[in-house]
């Protein structure tokens, strides 16, 4: 069942929950302790603890008290047997080991409760000040829970809040089941939920495995290995009736990660989930235990599990057995001291008693030597015969690697091409969603416009057929009025004709004026249309008007910067290029130095083609030549070294290329002819990458076309490079290849504020600069001329729109006087017309019908206007589209171009690829066999090397061995020798040999042995000092912690007025509370909780629960019927205490869940 959540409870966690700690000040001013969250891997065996007697006992056997603690002499018998307990000891009970007193250290660290309750009671108080609103956590949030087949549910699933979540339903619907599946499938033993021995106990009746899941939000910057899980992990546990158990952890997509249990508790410890803490996850047995039934030493055990001092002291315990056991193998090393240095000195008196045989022991060693040094000597023989194997496979590999190098040279000539012709195809293919959107949007604008058109076309017919009508009736009624007032006038005589021409004066005045209205009405509607257009025609100009002063100003900057400083070699290049020239002119690995960067031996003649070249020759000005692989992969270290990123570092030739007649006519400008390279090798690489022999340089487009394009083409030229009309810093590549019809490529510098990598005069760059300069600002002022044009056409439309809309005021207030004209004048005719209301009631037809034909002839005459105009927007959004339209197809002429032309360049690479696989394989096989010579002749090599080393061993200089002498012959001498050396040795009973070896191995074993007591002293001292220093921590964390949890409780009691306080005796493990719910009682001491109400009890109890909840470091913190025992009440009180105060006033990012029943 779906829990209930409270959205706005919570604390956003800054940091990894895993290393969240209890951060507090010490009691000392300059002191800071910082407890983290207890863990050890120190699991083992309890030992064995060694007892001492208690030194701090009376005479009378019982151990002073620190301080005597109140209580109300009312309680019940197990209250009072526990405090007699706590209060006089047990004879029987066994005295403290040494690792207690030592961790106690009498309890003087909590001598000083009333100043400590102090500090924390500020803390308490200033703490608000200092935290901010709650908010949701971004991970360690449990957001489900799914149960199958788990205890009485066959599906349970859960939904949970991101803070604060009650859960509430009827015995049996779920809840202590939620609560007992997070335990177990977040790794909890079977046996800590109280609800069963082992995991098959759990599986439902009937059923023969069960599943549980759980699913932990995993999101921000602190998240649990976000790359792998994603926002969420999903933690699933099954086990079956049979006994078997597993798990499996996966992504919030599904997949599983890891099958095994220690990732599970790996992710558990990292959000510190705790699940196995008692007071963080506080089952229904548990619940009713602490709250209601516990002691004070039962009340005590929770508070120190819960805030895991009782884990710490275990871990402390276990250490402190280590160390004994190591203090209890000193002696034992100590005698093996002893022993080792007995036999040390036996040894040297058996040295010193062989003498005697040293003429033939001489004589011998030196056959020996002789016998080793010959077995040198034959295998520096088969030395020899090796090197001569390998000298003839190296040549072969140096011939297959210069093959290689050609080929892997006219591959990256490719490449480069390539890689020019896709930045073409992405540049060309950067503005095809532009170019369509183009198109849709003008053709919906062009089928909207002509929408609009044909409605008021029809508009208009309808408009005029009714103008026509209401004309003809008017004409209608005139006749009969006519006709009427004939009637009236022969009946009145002349003065009824008089009033009757001033109506219709009147009532023709009302007509003009409602004539000019409209047609002030309409060009008023015109004006803004005009305003409108120019005031979008003025905010078009100001943006090209702010771009081109941004460009002047750039200008500018560049002339100021041209001028100020002297132009370094290789400011155009990155700005680690120098640190890497200096480690390249200090590396002495290299076979040729290298020539580099390219750009930095160029020198450009017409700065005005400064920016199109370095576009066109791109990452070839910063590149370096070398003249093998190894010196390029000598010089890529470098490099990375030196964080040069862009640096393309090619193979290049030596032989210089020929360009006789390869060249085009002397009358075009080619890019070689403009640049003056001072080196041979810098202009052949840039000849075989560029073409820069063939590409010829024409200024203005018009004539580089009528050049490539007006004919055959000049003789031996690739392509032209032309500046774009109107676009500094942009140009063009123009290409006519036979048979490959002809293409046009634009150049466009990205950066136009970057330098130039290629050398200039100073004097002509600057020139070039304030010429471009000129050229902008002339540029500058045409566009601020039209601006100003624009802007007094917009004055004038908004002068004259205010004048419309004032002549509009003085219209309606003559038609206004006007009307009341004709309607005293159409009183005075009434006069005449006495009784007979004829001749009235056919003018009031007739001014509804000329209201009418106003009305229709107002609307006419609008949707006329109305139709030029949309007529007009019609043909417009109709000739964008068609613009649109033919963009589209230029853009798919040009698009099919480069990439036809990339398919080229991607053929030829394959080509090129083909034969350099081929080469790199005989270089391969050369290698091959060119290792295979330098295995056997390193082997051959080290086995010298290796047999030289032990025949030094043995004789460290070498011994003369004659041509003839043999390896065999020395060896009949020598054994002859020793045959006559062993017979003497059988009266001594060891040989000379054997007796200086049981001297060095006595020696090491001397040595040994002293060495290993020295360490064990120093590891011992080590682990005394490290104990001491953690068991320190521990009383100054259980000093905090228990001053917190007073101060919280009685701070909490307040919330209802109540007084109390929180009795915490370390020494006599025991917990126990006072609590005074009575206002007007003066006693200091308070009431023991026996003789509380029950709902005063469990106000009492919530508080204290939420006093030591406190103090823990975990944000899961689960609740199972805290309610139990209380009334309605009581328990709406609790729960509003529960969300208003458990978790605003924590400073760790809480995730609770808590159970009602």
């Known amino acids: 069942m779906p829990g209930r959540t409270i959205n706005d409870i919570g604390a956003e966690s800054s940091r990894k929950r895993s290393r969240a700690a209890v951060s507090f000040q010490a009691y000392e001013d300059d002191e800071v302790v910082d407890v983290q969250r207890a863990r050890s891997n120190l699991r083992g065996e309890t030992r064995k603890r060694a007892r001492v007697s208690g030194s701090e006992l009376t005479k009378d056997g019982r151990r002073p008290n620190r301080e005597s603690t109140p209580e109300s002499s009312e309680g019940d018998d197990a209250t009072h047997i526990d405090q007699q307990t706590n209060a006089q000891g047990s004879p029987d009970s066994p005295p403290k080991t040494q690792y207690e007193l030592l961790r106690d250290n009498n309890f003087e660290h909590l001598r000083h409760e009333a100043t400590d309750d102090q500090r924390a009671t500020q803390r308490l108080r200033f703490r608000p000040n200092l935290l901010g609103d709650n908010a949701v956590a971004d991970n360690g949030i449990i957001e489900s829970i799914t149960c199958v087949n788990f205890m009485c549910h066959e599906r349970l699933h859960c939904e949970l809040g991101p803070l604060l ?125 602490f709250l209601n039934a516990s002691t004070k030493t039962q009340k005590y055990k929770f508070f120190i599990e819960g805030v895991q001092l009782q884990q710490l002291d275990n871990d402390y315990r276990l250490i402190s057995e280590s160390l004994e056991q190591m203090v209890a193998k000193v002696p034992d090393q100590e005698a093996r001291v002893q022993h080792a240095k007995e036999a040390l000195a036996k040894a040297n008196r058996l040295k010193e008693a062989i003498e005697g045989n040293r003429q033939i022991r001489v004589k011998h060693r030196t056959l020996r030597n002789m016998m080793i040094w010959a077995q040198v000597v034959e295998e520096e023989r088969e030395l020899a015969r090796r090197e001569k194997t390998l000298a003839e496979a190296s040549i072969k590999v140096a011939e297959a690697e210069r093959d290689v190098e050609e080929k892997t040279q006219a591959l990256q000539v490719a490449d480069e091409k390539i890689e020019r012709a896709q930045q073409n195809v992405m540049s060309v293919k950067e503005e095809e969603r532009e170019v369509r959107d183009r198109v849709v949007i003008t053709k919906e604008a062009s089928l909207e416009a002509a929408k609009v058109l044909h409605q008021i076309h029809v508009d208009e017919r309808e408009a005029h057929s009714s103008l026509k009508n209401a004309k003809t009736h008017i004409r209608d009624l005139e006749l009969k009025i006519a006709a009427e007032e004939q009637r009236l006038e022969d009946a009145n005589g002349e003065a009824h004709s008089i009033k009757t021409r001033e109506l219709k004066e009147a009532e023709a005045d009302v007509e003009k004026i409602i004539a000019e209205i409209a047609g002030n009405k309409a060009r008023g509607s015109e004006l803004s249309s005009q305003t409108e257009e120019a005031g979008k025609a003025l905010k078009q100009i100001d943006d090209e008007f702010q771009r081109k002063r941004g460009e002047v100003e750039v200008a500018q900057a560049k002339i100021e910067e041209l001028e100020k400083s002297a132009g370094g070699l290789y400011d155009g290049f990155e700005a680690q290029l120098p640190k890497l020239l200096h480690m390249i002119a200090h590396e002495k690995s290299f076979a040729e130095k290298p020539i580099g960067p390219l750009g930095a031996h160029v020198k450009l003649l017409k700065p005005q083609w400064s920016a199109i070249l370095e576009q066109f020759m791109g990452p070839s000005l910063s590149a370096f030549l070398v003249t093998s692989s190894r010196d390029q992969k000598i010089l890529k270290g470098l490099a990375d070294r030196a964080g040069v990123k862009n640096c393309p570092i090619l193979i290049g030739k030596k032989n210089p290329l020929d360009l006789s007649g390869k060249e085009p006519e002397e009358s075009f400008d080619t890019i070689l002819r403009v640049l003056n390279i001072d080196n041979q090798r810098v202009r052949d690489q840039l000849i075989i990458a560029h073409s820069i022999e063939q590409t010829i340089l024409v200024p203005e487009r018009t004539r580089a076309e009528d050049v490539m394009f007006g004919g055959a083409g000049p003789r031996n030229v690739r392509a032209c490079l032309c500046f774009q009309d109107g676009k500094r810093g942009q140009g063009l590549i123009l290409t006519n290849r036979r048979g490959n019809g002809i293409a046009t490529e634009p150049i466009t510098n990205k950066n136009i504020n970057s330098r130039p990598r290629m050398q200039t005069d100073m004097g002509s760059q600057v020139a070039f600069q304030k010429e471009t300069l000129q050229q902008l600002e002339t540029e500058y002022r045409v566009m601020e001329s039209s601006r100003r044009r624009v802007q007094q056409d917009l004055q004038r439309f908004q002068k004259e729109l205010i004048a419309r809309k004032k002549k509009k005021y003085v219209l309606e207030t003559r038609l206004r006087t006007a009307r009341v004209r004709v309607g005293d004048l159409e009183a005075a005719l009434d006069e005449f017309d006495g009784t007979d209301g004829r001749l009235q009631g056919l003018r009031e037809q007739l001014e509804d019908a000329k209201r009418k034909e106003e009305h229709f002839g107002t609307q006419y005459g609008a949707l006329h206007v109305m139709k030029q105009e949309k007529n007009k927007v019609a043909e417009d959004a109709k000739a964008k589209l068609t613009t649109a339209k033919l963009q589209v197809t230029d853009f798919e002429a040009r698009l099919l171009k480069a990439e036809e032309k990339l398919r080229r360049f991607q053929d030829t690479r394959r080509i090129i690829l083909t034969e350099l696989n081929e080469a790199v394989t005989i270089v391969e096989l050369s290698k091959e066999a060119k290792e295979k010579a330098e295995g056997k002749r390193t082997r051959q090599f080290e086995h010298i090397a290796s047999i030289t080393e032990e025949a030094k061993k043995v004789c460290e200089h070498r011994m003369d061995i004659a041509e003839n002498a043999t390896y065999q012959s020395i060896e009949r001498q020598y054994e002859a020798l020793g045959k006559r050396l062993r017979e003497q040795e059988k009266k001594t009973g060891m040989s000379d040999e054997q007796v200086h070896d049981y001297v060095v191995e006595s020696k090491k074993a001397y040595d040994k042995v002293v060495s290993d007591l020295e360490s064990i002293k120093e590891v011992n001292a080590g682990l005394r000092a490290t104990l001491n220093l953690r068991l320190e921590k521990w009383r100054k964390f259980q000093r905090y912690i228990s001053s917190q949890s007073r101060a919280n409780f009685i701070y909490l009691l307040s919330e209802r007025g109540f007084r109390g306080k929180l009795l915490l005796d370390h020494e006599r493990k025991a917990l126990d509370l006072q609590v005074e719910p009575d206002k007007t009682e003066k006693r200091a001491a308070g009431r023991n909780t026996k003789t509380l109400s029950g709902g005063e009890k469990s106000f009492s109890s919530i508080c204290l629960l939420l006093s030591i909840w406190e103090a823990m470091g975990s944000p899961l913190r689960c609740l199972d019927e805290f309610d139990v025992f209380m009334d309605n009440v009581n328990r709406a009180i609790s729960t509003n205490m529960l969300v208003r105060k458990t978790l605003p006033d924590i400073i760790l990012p809480i995730y609770s869940l808590v159970i009602h029943r």
């Open 165 to 289: 979540n009650f859960i509430v339903g009827e015995n049996g619907s779920g809840k202590s089941a939620i609560l007992t599946a997070i335990t177990l499938c977040l790794g909890g033993k079977a046996s800590s939920t109280n609800r069963g021995g082992s995991l098959k106990s759990f599986v439902k009746e009937g059923c023969e495995r069960a599943v549980l899941t759980v699913k932990i939000k995993n999101q921000g910057q602190d998240a649990y290995r976000h790359e792998l899980y994603g926002d969420s992990i999903i933690v699933e546990r099954h086990f079956s009736k049979a006994g078997a158990s597993g798990f499996k952890v996966k992504t919030a997509l599904g997949q599983t990660i890891s099958t095994k249990k220690q990732e599970v508790e790996e992710i558990v410890e990292y959000y510190a989930l705790q699940v196995d803490n008692p007071l963080n996850v506080l089952s229904q047995d548990n619940a009713r235990q």
